[in-house]
């Protein structure tokens, strides 16, 4: 269901060379144009990937063509465009129900992103199913997009947020989330892999618990779906989230996932066209599913380019990308690990795509700037996650994130920009 | 293209290694908090004002070593000053690390003068400013967190 990395402790890697079995990593670099660019007259190492990931040249020319060729409003003209418009939304929706496994594209709502997404199930499932006194558990390591909609339901409801504790590696307590299912549990929602830690959450037997006691689950599958194969009928989850942008597609696109039965049981979200059958000013019969819930013109060129994202990464294979990148977490673990004065924030067991770290008595915000000026792209602060760092007691980390078009060589020139921060703080 | 030393000049690192100043007023009058959410920098400055002029100033917190070392030479730089020349400073020093340069004199601002290569690092301005608008509100007796946002 879920390749995640398994991270060794200990052990060394003697390789530097970014060729890989898996595939040919400096062909797939020529087709995402920016990587070939220079920054401060340095060549560009993004390592920002968990932040928004690099677009291949199918994405960027499938959006062009769009715009070019192709434009039309969709589902009500009867012209050729229209037509054309249309039958390219309806089979990039195709494209996502195959790349995660859903069981129909009816179950497949085009959103914002995985924050609107969790929005729309708070606002819908959330109001009619939570009421004065219910709980909706989450974890301590989730994005802020995954505890303030749930903060806001709550806070209207009268409801209580409850949150499953984690280690200090940075992994869910499984025991204590189990605890914490109580009668009045409504709502379980949990992210696949965490953003700052990159922990991959032992979602089989979150969901298991769960359903045990009927409560629905929601996945904020945001980190996940870039690094992993997600299977929505093995996982047997109600309600997933994805974001086009962390996947190599457009930004302003992203999906909600969710059980059919569920969604025709909730209200619409918002209300316009698209999402109706008929109107009058007596009474309005919503659109069957997914259009209930895709009030107004929606972003077709986003959905066409999450649909040509899908496809490339197709033809790679989410299974070789995903032992690629255990290999180069796994080279990037030992590298940072063997550092004096660096300490790994998140040392769980199974990791995906992210490595956070502090460096001894030099602030994460220096780092970045150190790194910046050798053109290395990380991401540094609270990462939207506010909770987690002060649970680890730290204001902020240093967070690398990696993508398949990254390269030993690019975790080897964020070891030397390390020394470099280094030697400045001297 | 501006050195990574313009910035973490030995003066600022020396600064935010040893910070002047760093510790609590218990009975301070007057005191702030500032915060930038975007990297989690927090201070509190505390100072005690003897007529107009201040008396004693400190201040606690975490941050980077841009913002640390500003708020220790700040520290330094207003102490026995007036409320009205620690505004003028302010000023000064604003416009040193959002352009590089000053109005009038550049002696004014002694040892504050190496924080002019913050000028060069647009995202660092934040940093570099953030305990002198929280001394700004502790010196108005603004009861609000300060954010940089």
């Known amino acids: 269901m879920t390749t995640a990395a398994k991270i060794p402790s200990t052990g060394s890697s003697g390789h530097t060379r970014s060729n890989s079995a898996l595939f040919d990593v400096e062909k797939i670099r020529r087709d995402f144009p920016i990587l070939a660019r220079d920054v401060r007259g340095k060549k560009l190492v993004y390592l920002d990937n968990a932040a928004t990931s690099q677009k291949p040249r199918a994405v960027i020319d499938a959006i062009t063509r769009y715009y070019e060729q192709e434009n039309a409003n969709i589902h009500r003209g009867v012209h050729f465009l229209s037509e054309l418009a249309t039958s390219k939304h309806d089979r990039a929706r195709q494209a996502v129900r195959g790349f995660i496994n859903a069981a129909d594209v009816k179950e497949l709502i085009f959103v914002r992103g995985t924050t609107e997404a969790i929005n729309l199930v708070a606002q819908t499932y959330g109001r009619v199913n939570v009421a004065s006194g219910d709980e909706v558990l989450i974890s301590a390591m989730e994005h802020h997009s995954n505890i303030v909609p749930w903060q806001i339901l709550c806070e209207e409801k009268g409801a209580k947020l409850r949150i499953a504790p984690i280690n200090d590696a940075g992994e869910l307590i499984l025991d204590e989330f189990a605890k914490l299912l109580g009668p009045r549990t409504k709502m379980v929602a949990v992210a696949h892999v965490s953003n700052a830690l990159g922990t991959v959450n032992p979602l089989a037997q979150i969901i298991e618990l769960a359903h045990k006691k009927n409560i629905p689950v929601l996945v904020d599958g945001a980190q996940a779906v870039p690094h992993m194969k997600v299977d929505m009928q093995a996982l047997d989850c109600d309600f997933y989230t994805l974001s086009s942008h962390k996947m190599f597609g457009p930004m302003g696109i992203g999906v909600l996932y969710g059980k059919a039965e569920l969604l025709e049981a909730m209200p619409p979200y918002q209300g316009g066209g698209d999402m109706i059958s008929s109107v009058t000013f007596e009474k309005t019969t919503y659109n069957k599913l997914p259009f209930k819930f895709e009030a107004g013109t929606p972003d077709v060129a986003g959905a066409l380019g999450l649909g040509a994202a899908i496809d490339y990464l197709n033809a790679i294979g989410i299974d070789k990308i995903a032992k690629y990148e255990h290999e180069l977490l796994i080279y990037a673990t030992e590298k940072l690990s063997a550092f004096s004065g660096v300490r790994l924030i998140g040392t769980a067991k199974e990791r995906a795509g992210v490595i956070s770290f502090v460096i001894e008595n030099v602030h994460p915000h220096d780092v970045g700037t150190i790194l910046d000026r050798e053109g290395i792209a990380i991401r540094t602060g609270h990462h939207c996650a506010q909770p987690i760092m002060d649970r680890f007691g730290i204001p902020a980390t240093a967070r690398a994130s990696f993508a398949f078009y990254n390269t030993k060589e690019e975790v080897d020139a964020l070891v030397n920009g390390i020394m470099k921060v280094q030697e400045v703080f001297a | ?149």
Not at chain 2, 26 to 44: I, R, V
């Open chain 2, 1 to 149: 293209m501006p050195e990574l030393r313009d910035l973490y000049q030995e003066v600022i690192l020396e600064h935010s290694k040893a910070p002047r100043n760093f510790h609590a007023i218990t009975d301070s009058a007057q005191k702030a908090e500032g915060f930038n959410p975007l990297c989690g920098d927090h201070f509190t400055v505390y100072v005690n004002i003897d007529g107009d002029s201040i008396q004693d100033i400190g201040f606690q917190g975490s941050g980077c070593a841009i913002s640390k070392a500003s708020a220790s030479m700040m520290t330094q730089a207003v102490k026995g000053k007036s409320k009205a020349e620690a505004k003028e400073l302010f000023d000064t020093f604003h416009k040193l690390v959002t352009t590089g340069e000053v109005n009038g004199d550049r002696d004014d601002l002694g040892k504050l003068a190496v924080f002019s290569g913050v000028s060069e690092f647009p995202v660092r301005v934040k940093c570099a400013t953030l305990a002198w608008h929280t001394l700004q509100a502790a010196l108005e007796g603004k009861q609000e967190k300060i954010s940089t946002e």
